[in-house]
């Protein structure tokens, strides 16, 4: 049985239920279905014998099992929806701030315009990072990866922060949030500014968040294009949440063991490094160097139908069909030609999603652009280097590992993470002798 808390977001109970009968007792089990699932503990109780421990699911990488209940992000990867808190993606691309985005993946509902200006002067005032941080930086080497400064510089501020570990106290976690949302941000602009051995920008209060943000990389004097002030906004937003991807199963897992949420951030950080999630703009725009010109795209994409390699920024495992946040970063990235020229690269993309739309191999396979297709394209356009690529994606999911770490810690029926295994290995033999 899962527990429904009456709230009207969640529609309905499903009624319905699965019977089964294993073939080794020919006993009867019946499992409710409720919300699309059974329990696996329900199949716990499938025993061969009073010495079977019980039936387990068996789903490596989890393609099909649900770990938690959500109320924060629905997405439906067939028609390609993404809501946060019900509202469809595209509405909220269109006028918020990531800002209020952030309050409402944090709080379910939009913020009326007096809590969001005491959010933005909360979250504002918790920008600037003490002294020993920056010094942490000179730690790294000039070409070190942005990324992983990054992950080092968030463990370097929960060390600043020990009361953080106090993560059953709803107000001491009301605080760490705030503070993770104000100091990524900093910590990102720091980690661009270690790369060209320059000095950190300490934040500007009495700018808007991405602004500021503009302004901690490219330093006091750059100008900031409002265009490119809202292209930045809007990237944020994008990226503010996708539901149980791998970086949030990361801070999920992690903070499931009361780790303070700085560890269980960096924890989720590195899960994001990966080319295969948030490093994934950072291999396009490689993939697309490599590539160099349209008439390349055919040569190029012949080897990926052989299997000897990925197109990059393409699949999903939810999305299969277009992603929506692809869509409106597409649409975003000529707004910011406008201001800074047309950036070559989007040519060649644009003919790799041409012509991959049309071929078999990924009709088949339900391959389409993801998020990370055209964001690299923009964020290059706007002067940022390859490597702080998923440095700019971590800022905003910031909001949303925080909202479902807050989320897993509420839930009284989630408890430490951790999945059981089927042992292949040995059974017990003995040490051989000598
Ligand atoms: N290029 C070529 N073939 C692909 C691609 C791709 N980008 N993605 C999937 N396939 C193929 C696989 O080879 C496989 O083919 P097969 O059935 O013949 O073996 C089939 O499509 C299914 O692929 P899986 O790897 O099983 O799908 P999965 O759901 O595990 O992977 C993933 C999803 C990791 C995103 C994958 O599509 C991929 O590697 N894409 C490129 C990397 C990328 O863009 N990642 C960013 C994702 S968005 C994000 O994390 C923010």
Redesign the pocket.
């Known amino acids: 049985m899962i527990e429904n808390n009456g709230s009207d977001a969640d529609g309905p109970l499903e009624e319905g239920a699965l019977t089964l009968t294993d073939s080794r007792t020919g006993a009867d089990y019946r499992l409710d279905i409720e919300h699309g699932a059974v329990r696996a503990a329900g199949l716990g109780q499938v025993r061969a014998n009073s010495e079977d421990p019980g039936l387990a699911a068996y789903d490596p990488?989890f393609?099909n099992t649900a770990a938690c209940i959500s109320r924060i992000t629905y997405i439906d990867g067939d028609k390609g929806i993404l809501r946060y808190r019900g509202y469809p993606i595209e509405q909220l691309a269109e006028g918020a701030s990531y800002l209020d985005i952030a309050w409402l993946i944090l709080n379910g509902e939009l913020p009326t315009p007096a809590e969001s200006a005491s959010w933005r002067a909360e979250i504002t005032g918790l920008q600037a990072v003490p002294d020993p941080l920056p010094r942490m930086l000179d730690g790294f080497n000039e070409d070190g990866h942005p990324m992983a400064m990054f992950i080092a510089l968030l463990s370097g501020l929960g060390a600043q922060h020990p009361d953080s570990k106090n993560v059953t106290d709803a107000g001491c976690r009301a605080f760490h949030i705030k503070r993770l949302i104000g100091a990524a941000p900093t910590l990102a602009a720091m980690t661009y500014r270690r790369g060209k051995g320059l000095a950190p920008v300490a934040p500007d209060e009495d700018l808007s968040f991405p602004a500021n943000f503009l302004r901690m990389v490219f330093g006091e004097d750059a100008h900031i294009d409002p265009t490119l002030e809202r292209a930045m906004d809007v990237l944020f937003i994008l990226h503010a949440d996708?539901e149980q991807?791998?970086s949030t199963s990361a801070m999920r897992g992690v903070g499931s063991s009361h780790a303070d949420p700085y560890s269980s951030a960096a924890a989720a950080s590195a899960a994001?490094y990966g080319?295969?999630?948030?490093g994934?703009?950072e291999?396009?725009l490689k993939m697309l160097t490599e590539i160099g010109s349209k008439d390349r795209v055919n040569d190029f994409l012949k080897e990926?139908?052989s299997?000897s390699?990925?197109?990059?920024?393409?699949?999903?495992?939810v999305y299969k069909s277009y992603?929506p946040r692809a869509k409106i970063i597409k649409r975003t990235a000529y707004e910011v030609f406008e201001v800074t020229g047309r950036n070559p690269k989007i040519d060649i993309a644009l003919e790799l999603e041409r012509i991959a739309l049309q071929e078999d191999?990924?009709i088949r396979?339900r391959?389409y652009p993801?998020?990370?297709?055209y964001s690299g394209i923009i964020y290059e356009a706007l002067g940022f280097p390859v490597g702080l690529f998923p440095v700019l994606?971590a800022v905003p999911r910031m909001s949303g590992w925080l909202a479902q770490w807050q989320e897993m810690l509420e839930d009284p029926e989630q408890k430490i993470a951790r999945p059981k295994q089927l042992y292949l290995g040995y059974d017990e033999r003995p040490v051989p002798a000598g």
Do not use: T
């Open positions: 990488a393609k996708h991807n791998c994001l080319p295969l999630h948030g994934a703009n291999a396009v990926v139908k299997g390699r990925r197109l990059m920024g393409f699949g999903h495992r992603d191999y990924f396979r391959l993801n998020v990370d297709f994606f």
